[in-house]
């Protein structure tokens, strides 16, 4: 079945720095459409960056300059490099899956936390 199970959350300092990656099993990762949404408390869930098969990347507006998306297609694994956290980072942030960009099917993961507080 499906897995997409995210890691690398945490607490850290503003200015700081925290590495997410989201481990896929279960389907064609170097096929599929991936992306990092995150969602704060009483607020909905917003898409923060996406990598094509390709490697064709795309940010929100508020990370771009400060996150990195990657793929490493060999390890079915999907970073998210965050680089001079805000405290309007802090978030759940998730991995998602999807055979294609306009793709009704998609897949998510379990979330991890980021915190960014002093």
């Known amino acids: 079945q499906v897995q997409l199970v995210e890691s690398g959350g945490g607490l850290v300092q503003p200015g700081g720095s925290l590495r997410l990656s989201c481990a896929a099993s279960g389907f064609i990762f170097s096929s599929y459409v991936m992306s990092w949404y995150r969602q704060a408390p009483g607020k909905e869930r917003e898409l923060v960056a996406v990598i094509s098969p390709g490697g064709n990347t795309n940010y929100e507006d508020s990370v771009k300059g400060r996150f990195t998306i990657s793929r490493d297609n060999a390890k079915a694994t999907m970073y998210l490099q965050m680089n001079g956290l805000k405290p309007g980072d802090t978030a759940v942030y998730y991995c998602?899956?999807?055979?294609?960009?306009?793709?009704?099917?998609?897949?998510w993961g379990q979330g991890t936390q980021v915190t960014v507080s002093s």
């Open positions: 998602k899956a999807q055979p294609s960009a306009l793709a009704s099917v998609a897949f």
